[in-house]
């Protein structure tokens, strides 16, 4: 018996590798998109984009010459103060508000900051009236641009106001506290002033408490796309693989190959189990071939970060996981149709979507509440996430034994249901 | 001509009648295209953010109640979630909280983050020594951008409130600091209330950017309207493979007419699947723009670009899987690529470039001319050029290679 299943499992398994169409869909397709989205996102979690058109209209006064000096390099010492922004951004003084307007609706800058002269109005302490606010006019067809700009413009307000406040607080507050504690007001006054005039860049830009950004286990990494994306194509291509080693079991049927092989002393069970061991190593061979591959890739594309993790075991439990219910899953979708051509259509629909879904394609953890359970019931979420954590987390067994337990659970579900239905079928 | 529109609304007809195109044509991409734009809207996830505070000093207690009152409002998305009390009941908290749950929480993308007041916090920021708070992020791909950025944001308040103290206790002999630091702390706090330099923002049009459909909508419909049209290929090769185009060379006509009948019924079904998909983005609340000419200008123009690329096709693989696997193939990779999957301005300008080899590209463009800057028809002309000309090319080469037999 076991010879037989040998035999029909390896025929399986050569014709899929000996297939050129099915090399293509197989291996070269999430190969190259993998390389696609390599060089799409960089590594180090930045997304390279390119410099950002801003302009800014001065109106007068210290807070719009500081917001030029930010966005539009200039002679002066505070280049370097706001390198990391110029490094970002194409900044441009604009003389016609209207024209520049229009840029922005037409999509040519990005976004139009206009500052008003405040020096009148900050002058005063308190306050004698609200001074009118900063405006930033973005283009909306630049979200990630125009968020950038955004951010930066409230950050260099909020350094103003720092220093703004530091006076009006800081005057009060030591009036109050001179009349508890008998301090000197006025020279403490007189001091702090001085302070904020000769040095307000320091307050401004001061930074006591640092945000420290870090992974599960509290180390300091970067994230390369390529450690969700890699995995994501090759569970993708991989599903497709397996459909197709299901269908198969119909194209033997319209082809009466099927029929053919059950008039020798072969019983449907061996049968079944060869197909299944067949398909299942394919997709499992497939996987190997595609983390070597990506692997290498990474490396030629100059990427630090391993792709994969290095946790071998790991590695290998998802694949066996991971290929197994897509195995199932390829069987439940030719078992439910009627033709191999329904399958066919079945397949391509049921696993664009459920790639979709499983955040193949993107990462789709934003969906509303309501939603957020769907992604849950794919292999494709569990397969990403647990290479992911693999990868990117440096996780251990027992972190992805849920994603492992979720895949097999899947898998033997999927199985017995396909396996049910196909028995049914096969009554010749 | 008569004989070409026959055959063209023939395979029209066929194509619609059939249920794989129905699931793949139309089905499959609008479930995508709602899938993706609820994904890619900004608004619409709850993010879930725990906070452990290992210092539990006035300071540290200080901050989380900025973080719960700045980002933690009623209609925000995102909700603060302290292990000492006052989580609301949407963080799902345990009730035995043990030094695991926090990461296990994060593991399980039960929370999207976990920020960690270290111990010692409150005496260095006291002693005016600078601190640092940890932010631990999950595997929620989406999350980090928008959580970070109002962690940052909300931090850089407390760091204005400690700059004020600091600079005010500056002036103060030192003995005095300990009680000057709460009170000027108290008060920069209560000013922030009332910041003197607002910042207002206006968008070129309204909630443009917080709608995710408007990116999944023009990008699923012009990706599966490109594979479908694509797939004429597959079909001319298996009329080939099968000898019905050999039938029909028997036929009083001239082959060509056969053969252009075949492509324009293909054509005509990228018409009408990318109007339903259009119909169907707009039920979603995809924004297409007002300017109906344009979208039908890119209708038009777009899908006889990808029915010239199918006919090219055609001509270059010997079986009709081969069609299927390569038109798929094809599509899948010149979708990100032309920035279906994605907003082309994060894509580096090199691969911009090289985007702009996909007519998905040029497509994306167009619908952003309309959709986001009020462009007409005027204003697509140069995105249609491109793709015309792209047509025109592809049109000549299929035609002169095109094997009838």
Redesign the interface.
């Known amino acids: 018996m076991l010879a037989k299943i040998y035999a029909i499992a390896w025929k399986d398994i050569y014709t899929a590798f000996k297939d ?2 099915a090399i ?2 197989m291996l ?2 999430p190969l ?2 993998s390389v ?2 390599g ?4 590594s180090g979690g930045d ?4 410099p950002i058109r801003v302009g800014v209209e001065n109106e007068g006064g210290a ?1 719009g010459a500081m917001m030029q000096s930010a966005f539009v390099p200039g002679d002066g010492a505070a280049n370097a103060d706001f390198q990391t922004i110029h490094d970002l951004t194409d900044g441009e003084v604009v003389t016609d508000p209207d024209a520049a307007r229009q840029q ?4 040519d800058l990005t976004a139009l900051i206009t500052v008003p002269n ?1 020096d009148a ?2 002058s005063a302490t308190p ?1 004698d009236a609200a ?1 009118p ?15 950038v700009v ?2 930066i ?3 260099i ?6 220093v ?3 006076q ?3 005057t ?3 009036a ?2 001179g009349e508890q ?1 008998g ?1 000197d007001t006025q ?3 007189q ?2 002033a001085d ?2 005039q000769n040095n307000p860049m320091a ?2 830009q ?11 286990q ?1 180390e300091t990494r970067d994230y390369d796309a390529l450690q ?1 994306f890699a995995p994501s194509m090759a569970i993708l291509f991989m599903t497709f693989t397996m459909a197709a080693g299901g269908r198969s079991i119909l194209n033997e049927q319209k082809d009466w190959t099927l029929q053919r092989i059950m008039t020798t002393a072969t019983p449907r069970g061996t049968f079944m189990i060869g197909k299944l061991a067949g398909t299942y190593l394919t997709g499992v061979i497939q996987m190997v071939i595609l983390i070597v591959a990506t692997t290498v890739v990474a490396k030629m594309m100059g990427r630090e970060a391993s792709v994969w993790g290095t946790h071998y075991v790991g590695i290998a439990l998802l694949v066996l996981a991971v290929s197994f219910a897509a195995t199932s899953l390829g069987l439940l979708i030719a078992a439910a149709a009627k033709t191999a ?2 399958a ?3 397949s ?2 049921a696993l ?2 459920l790639g ?2 499983g955040g193949s ?9 309501a ?2 359970w769907l992604p849950k019931i794919t292999l494709n979420y569990w397969g990403i ?1 647990g290479f ?2 693999l990868a ?2 440096k ?1 251990q067994l027992s ?1 992805i034994s ?1 994603h492992l337990l979720a895949l097999a659970g899947m898998g033997i579900v999927l199985f017995a249901i396909s396996l049910w239905r196909f028995n049914k079928r096969l009554d010749i | 001509m008569k004989s070409i529109i026959t055959i063209a609304q023939y395979d029209l007809l066929r194509s619609v009648k059939e ?2 195109s129905f ?2 044509g139309l ?2 991409p609008a ?2 295209m709602l ?2 734009g ?5 608004n ?3 993010i879930y953010i725990d906070v452990v505070d290992n210092d539990h000093s006035d300071l540290s207690r200080r ?1 989380v109640a900025l973080y719960q009152e700045q980002m933690s409002g009623e209609d925000a998305s995102f909700v603060i979630c302290p292990y000492d009390g006052g989580a609301p009941d949407g963080c799902g908290l345990p009730e035995t909280i043990t030094s695991s749950t926090a ?1 296990d929480r ?4 039960e929370s ?1 983050g976990l920020l960690v007041i270290p111990a010692g916090f409150g005496d260095a ?1 006291k002693a005016g020594e ?14 980090p951008t928008l959580a ?2 109002q ?3 909300v ?6 409130s ?3 103290a ?3 206790l ?4 030192a003995d ?1 600091h300990d ?2 630091f709460d ?2 702390l108290d ?2 706090d209560a ?2 209330q009332q ?12 909630d ?2 917080t709608n ?1 459909f408007n990116q999944s909508g023009p990008g699923m419909a012009l990706m599966f309207v490109f594979i479908f049209v694509l797939n004429a290929a597959t079909m001319l090769v298996a009329d080939r493979e099968i000898g019905t185009l050999q039938r029909l060379y028997t036929l009083p006509m001239g082959k060509w007419h056969i053969i252009a009948g075949k492509l324009l019924g293909r054509y005509l079904f990228g018409v009408l699947q990318f109007t339903i998909l259009i119909v169907v983005g707009t039920m979603m609340g995809v924004e297409w723009g007002s300017n109906v000419p344009g979208i039908v200008l890119i209708v038009i123009v777009f899908t006889f670009t990808s029915t010239a690329l199918g006919l090219l096709l055609a001509t270059l693989v010997k ?1 009709s ?2 069609a299927g ?2 038109a ?2 094809m599509g ?2 010149l979708a ?2 032309g920035g279906a ?3 082309m ?5 090199f ?2 470039i090289v985007g702009h080899l996909s007519p998905i590209a040029w497509g994306m463009d167009a619908f ?2 309309l ?4 462009g007409g028809v005027i204003d697509i002309l140069p995105q249609m050029g491109a793709l015309l000309l792209m047509g025109a090319i592809f049109f000549a080469l299929g035609v002169r290679s095109f094997r009838y037999e």
């Open positions: 050129r169409n293509l869909l070269a397709m190259i998109l696609i989205i060089l799409v996102f960089g997304v390279s984009i390119n807070l922005v609706e037409d999509g405040l109005y900050l306050p001074p606010p900063i405006t930033v006019y973005y283009d909306s067809g630049s979200s990630i641009g125009s968020s955004r951010s413009v409230q950050s307000a909020d350094g103003w106001n720092t703004f406040l530091a009006q607080v800081g009060d507050a030591l109050s506290l504690s301090i020279n403490a006054q001091a702090l302070t904020l307050v401004a001061s930074t006591t408490i640092t945000l420290n950004e870090t992974d599960l509290g969700y051509e329904q066919d259509a079945y391509t629909a664009f979507v979709m879904l394609f993107v990462p789709i953890e934003g969906l509303p509440d939603l957020s996430r992911f954590a990117y987390d996780a972190d849920t | 249920r794989e699931l793949i089905l499959m479930l995508m899938l993706l609820l994904a890619q809207s900004n619409s996830a709850t901050l990461n994060l593991e399980n993308i999207s920021l600078d601190a640092a708070v940890e932010y631990r992020r999950s595997g929620d791909l989406n999350a970070e950025q962690i940052q944001s931090l850089s308040q407390m760091n204005g400690l700059a004020i600091r600079v005010t500056d002036t103060l002999p005095q009680a000057a009170i000027v008060r920069a000013a922030w910041r003197p330099v607002a910042v207002q923002t206006e968008a070129t049009t309204e443009a950017t995710g079986t899987a081969q696997n390569i798929l193939l899948l990779t990100p690529l999957w994605w907003p301005e994060i894509v580096p300008n691969m911009q952003g001319e959709m986001y800057y009020g």
